[in-house]
Each structure stands twice: as structure tokens, then as C-alpha cells.
């Protein structure tokens, strides 16, 4: 069993910036694709941006030129440095990686616990 764990998240007035990262743990497994979403109340979880293990990014039109997604494939962990960042990037973000085990090969998604950001006008 893969566990994501984030962290970095907090209270930052607009215009700051925040890091946060994701370490996935556990043994005999492969990660694939990893991402940021983001869930802000009473609205759908929405991809914010996601990094292939080759290091190929893609980033929602909201966060581009603000946001940065990089990887340590050696510490299975993903980072998101968030600049320049406004109230409307308030939401609990979540990480989620595309995951194989190698005992049968099957693959899946699965999810950390989320963290929360709030970002004050």
C-alpha cells in the first residue's frame, strides 16, 4: 500500500508564496504520474498540475507562470512552489499519484490526506 503524505500548507496573505510537498511511501511499488489538485468548498477537485517521471509538466491556465511542479524521483516526492498567490487559490490541495505494484502489476490512483491553503486578500 502506497501512502501520499502533504505538507506546506497555511495562511498567507496575497501576493506570498507558499512550497508544498508530497512524499509517497511504502514498498514494492512504481509512481507513475503525480499531481496537485485542488478542492476549494462547494466546488469539484480540479487538476492544478502533474509531472510524468520524466520530468514533463502540465499546469492549469489558473496557476501558469505562478505555480512550479518538480520531482525527486530518488525520494518519491513531488514539490509545488506557488508564487504571486491570490485569494482564489484558497482550497485544500490534494496529491494523488498513478501507482503499479509489482507482486501482480495492477495499477491505480490513490490520494493524500490533503492541505489545506488560505491565502488572505
Known amino acids: 500500500q502506497v501512502q501520499l503524505v502533504e505538507s506546506g500548507g497555511g495562511l498567507v496573505q496575497a501576493g506570498g508564496s507558499l512550497t508544498l510537498s508530497c512524499a509517497a511511501s511504502g514498498n514494492g511499488f512504481k509512481i507513475y504520474t503525480m499531481a496537485w489538485y485542488r478542492q476549494a468548498p462547494e466546488k469539484q477537485r480540479d487538476l492544478v498540475a502533474s509531472?510524468?517521471?520524466?520530468?514533463?509538466?502540465n499546469y492549469a491556465d489558473s496557476v501558469k507562470g505562478r505555480f512550479t511542479i518538480s520531482r525527486d524521483n530518488a525520494k518519491n516526492t513531488i514539490y509545488l512552489q506557488m508564487n504571486s498567490l491570490k485569494p482564489d487559490d484558497t482550497a485544500v490541495y490534494y496529491c494523488n499519484a498513478g501507482v503499479q505494484r509489482y507482486w501482480d502489476n495492477s495499477i491505480y490512483s490513490t490520494w493524500g490526506q490533503g492541505t489545506r491553503v488560505t491565502v488572505s486578500s
Open positions: 509531472i510524468t517521471g520524466g520530468g514533463s509538466t
